[in-house]
Structure formats: structure tokens, C-alpha cells
């Protein structure tokens, strides 16, 4: 009796030990996605009525063309994103995957018709239902940064979250789970759907990131059967979290010169070495030519490397965000299916490549970015 008792009490204690770390591994990405969001909207916040004000300064009124922006790349970016982001638009590329799904009988191009209209209908109903309810006011109305929280219906009064944003990003991740090796090229015309609504004038920076992430979780939950909706919550909160905080670190090194100093000296150089490490640790792989990476270790090359990015930005802010997606990924469930699944040798190059150039360009930003734009 003694023996079976001792027997019970250890499985009982092993079964404790092994609902702490199941917890863990679910509460603790979520929770480091979180302050990872804060962390990313206050530093938003900061720059919203410096942008707003900046845009105001290239902007002009003629009575032939309202809103003229003076500053070519700005103008044709502006439209453009207006132009791809329009619901309208949305709905016909919704509406053309469904006819060639159809069509050719490809049973994938047929979800994603039918995925991307779902997940642009949930968007739009999250965001105008907050539009609605926090009644902010757009940018050309606000020029103090002090406005009332409450629910307004009133033209003008709807700025946050961005609508064309949130949409973009709904569509964008439904085709990215869907066509994996496009995931860069569909979120990389989001993105300029966002930047697009800064420079026009109609949303502040903090309305876009609210976009970005409702346009996720409703794109990650309409790509997941209905059953499995609490991991498609859990995938949206942790991928808005990964791209929002690389967003919000070029806005904030764009804006922001460089203080000479010896702490910021300091964190330049670790950045850089880390950078070597991570980029060393990649190449060697691929001149290895394994046949699977291993997970853990390629995990942590590339939280080396967006570390050391991190760092070379000479912020902290930065850092410490940029610290805490890093530890989302890293506590992410090892067997959540999506980590789990096979990818093709092709994909890994092209998504390998893809993250050479992101490098690339961050180093670029990095070295010659810093306070290009004199928002401040």
C-alpha cells in the first residue's frame, strides 16, 4: 500500500509538473506577444502628432486638387496604397481567386477565395465597430493631441483603427498560410497599404498598428477551421506582435538622429557582433547542406541576429521590444503544427534569401537612416 501510494503521488506530481510547463509554453508567448504591444503602441504614440505635423508641413490645399502632397514618392504612395487597400478592390481579388479556384478546380486557390473574403468582412467589422466606439479624430482635426474618448458617428471622427490597413492585413495573411513562399511579397503590400495612410494624411501611426493587428487575427482566425479558433487567436496576437515591433523600430530609427556616446557606442558594437554570429551560424547551414535545420539553434541565429539589429539601433525602447518577441517565439509550443510542418528545400531558400535582403536593408537603415526624417 505503502509502494502504491508513493507511486500515485509521484505520477501525481509528475502529471502537476507537466500541466505547469503545458501552461507555461501557452501563456507565456501570449504574454510576452503582450507587452511586446504595449510596448510597440506607446512608442507608436510618441511619434503620432510629430508625423501628423510633419505631413502637414509638405501638404497643400488647392482648390483643384485637395490634399496635394508636395513631395513626389509621398504622392504616389499615398495614392497607390489608397488604391490597393479600397474594399472594393479587395473584394474583387477575393472574388478572382474564387473564379480561377473554381475554374482550374485548385481546391487551395479556392479556400483562399473564400478565406480572404471572410477575413476582410471580420476586419471590417472589428474596426468599424471601434471606429465608432473610441471616436477619435483624424489628423488634419487634431493639432494639440488632446481629443475625448467616446463614442462619436460623426464624419472625422473614425480614425482609429486604419480600415484600408486592417483589410490589407486580413487579406495578406490569409494568402501568406495559404501560399507560404509569398508571405513576404503579400504582407510587404499591407505594409505599404499602412504607409499609405500616414502619408495621406488620414490615420496617425498608432490607428495603422491597431489595423495591422485586427487585420491579423481576423485573417488568422478565417484561415483556421472554426474548432481550432483559439490557435488561430493565439498565432494572430504573436504574428502582429513579430511584424509591428520590426515596423515600429525603422520608424523609430528614421526618426530619430544619432546621440554620440560612449552607452551608445557600447550597444552599436554587441549589435554588431551578434549580427556576425547569427548571419555566421545561417551561412553555415546552408554550406553544411543538411537536409532540415535544427529548430532550437536556428531559432536562436535568428533572435541573434534581430537582437543585434536591436541593439545597433541604439535604443532601448527598441531593444527591450524587440527582446520580448524574441521571447514569444522562443516559448512558443514546440508541437504547435505550423512549426511542425515539412517546408520544401525551395521555400527555405527563398524565405532564407528573404531574410538576407531584410538584413541587408536594416543594416543599410542602420548605418545611414537615423534621423532622416525631421518629424521631431
Known sequence: MTSSGEGRAARGTTDQVFFASALASSLMPLACACVTLL??????????????????????????????ILIPWMAVTSWAGDWIGEGTHLVLLSAALLAVGWGVGWARVTAAGWQTLLAHGLAGLLTNGVKHLIGRPRPRLVH???????????????????????????????????????????????????????????????????????????????????????????????????????VFALMWVVSHPIVIGWDGIAMFGSGLVLVLLGGWFRVSWWTSREERPGTRAHEAALMATALGLALMSRSWLVTVAVACVCAAQW??????????????????????????VGVLVALLVLWQGPGTFPIQ
Open 39 to 68: 510596448l510597440v503602441f506607446w512608442g507608436l504614440h510618441q511619434l503620432d502628432l510629430p508625423i501628423a505635423r510633419y505631413m502637414r508641413s509638405v501638404t497643400v490645399d488647392y482648390v483643384w486638387a485637395r490634399d496635394q
Open 144 to 246: 494639440s493631441g488632446g481629443w475625448l474618448w467616446m463614442p462619436s458617428m460623426e464624419a472625422g471622427l473614425d480614425s482609429f483603427p486604419s480600415g484600408h490597413t486592417a483589410a490589407s492585413f486580413a487579406v495578406a495573411t490569409v494568402l501568406a498560410r495559404r501560399f507560404p513562399s509569398g508571405a513576404a511579397l503579400f504582407f510587404g503590400i499591407a505594409g505599404f497599404v499602412g504607409l499609405g495612410r500616414v502619408l495621406r494624411g488620414s490615420h496617425f501611426s498608432t490607428d495603422v498598428a491597431a489595423g495591422i493587428l485586427f487585420g491579423v487575427l481576423a485573417g488568422s482566425l478565417c484561415a483556421r477551421p472554426l474548432r481550432e479558433w483559439r490557435d488561430g487567436l493565439k498565432e494572430g496576437i504573436l504574428s502582429a506582435a513579430t511584424g509591428m515591433v520590426y
Open 331 to 356: 516559448f512558443k509550443c514546440p508541437d504547435d503544427p505550423m512549426s511542425m510542418r515539412e517546408v520544401p528545400r525551395m521555400q527555405q531558400l527563398v524565405q532564407e534569401g528573404v531574410m538576407a
